[in-house]
């Protein structure tokens, strides 16, 4: 690989600083509180549950990565039943007016550029120019429709996403090529014999818990050498399983909340978040990191089976 072509990971380092240390301080504290963001707003134990499915943009495309829990987040601490998000100016553009004394909700923009670099006065003409990409975070503010004032009458219609039957799940997962055991007292993923172990339907206390924690398996099943390769040092190290066990909480979260499921399936809350925020508070890019490999094994899911709300392809 030459130079020219080689992507560097220069970053500005105030704009990544602002960003990294935004969602270190709010998902520590609400962890901290004992509460995981990624429990959807439209969990049906909540006094006000919000229209299912992931956080949407303006433009009705879903946000990706670590945004998903910190703006469930911030539907769950404000009260927020809708889960569309504009910018000050996007309301602006709409005829909209953000209602005064309202408070934003910052997200993170994960993004690439390109520089130019040359040993002339002019960077664009220098003979021996090379271009050099850079990764780059910053940080941007949004509020939720229900803070906006005078939007069109039609604007942020909001479908809830419909849980498909059980068999039509099934048959997705099948097609993504894991392989489920059913049987035993505990539900686990095997690296070493790439298989899902899970108990019988009667040891959950729902359908849906059943199914969420399936998703959950389904996540760590994406690990494996042979797929997204996250798995190395599950077994040995306790640092690594608790930022895998992470990935697979917020992944399994996004999978559930693309069809409706309110994710409920853990017990033990409390030693949950202790082992989360042990890593989060000494690793400050802990919990992006874990929003975008979710986020990458949700979309490995997708490529391999299609979305899980029709029957998968045959074949």
């Known amino acids: 690989m030459t130079r020219s072509n080689a992507l560097k990971t220069s970053t500005p380092q105030r704009s990544a600083h602002d960003a990294l240390a935004h969602v270190t301080a709010e998902i520590t504290r609400l962890l901290e509180q004992g509460v995981m963001p990624w429990r959807a707003p439209w969990d049906r134990n909540r006094a006000l549950a919000a229209t299912p ?7 009705g495309e879903p946000y990706r990565g670590a945004n998903v829990p910190l703006l469930w987040a911030a539907q769950i601490a404000r009260g927020h039943a809708k889960r569309t998000w504009l910018t000050y100016r996007q309301a602006l ?175 033990d809350h409390a030693a949950y978040c202790a082992s989360w925020l042990n890593v989060i508070r000494d690793e400050p890019r802990a919990f992006f990191s874990a929003g975008a490999k979710a986020q990458a094994a949700v979309d490995w899911l997708i490529a391999k089976a299609g979305f899980p709300v029709a029957a998968p392809p045959s074949g």
């Open 53 to 59: 499915g992931l956080p949407l943009r303006c433009n």
């Open 93 to 267: 553009e709409l005829g909209g007016q953000v209602r005064k004394g309202e408070k934003a909700c910052p997200v993170v923009y994960y993004g690439q550029a390109i520089a130019k670099q040359g040993s002339g006065d002019n960077a664009e003409t220098a003979g021996n120019d090379e271009t050099r990409r850079y990764r780059f975070l910053k940080l941007f503010h949004v509020f939720n429709v229900e803070q906006i004032d005078n939007l069109p009458a039609d604007f942020g219609a909001e479908i809830a996403p419909k849980t498909p039957p059980p068999s039509v799940l099934n048959a997705w997962i099948a097609h993504t090529g894991a392989k489920v055991r059913i049987g035993g007292t505990m539900a686990y993923y095997s690296p070493a014999t790439d298989t899902i172990h899970m108990p019988p339907l009667e040891a959950f206390v729902s359908a849906e818990q059943e199914l969420a924690t399936r998703l959950h398996e389904l996540i760590h099943f994406t690990g494996h050498s042979s797929r997204l390769d996250r798995l190395q040092d599950y077994a040995a190290d306790r640092r690594a399983r608790s930022r895998e066990e992470l990935t697979a909480e917020i992944g399994s979260a996004m999978l559930g909340a693309m069809i409706g499921l309110p994710p409920d399936h853990l017990e």
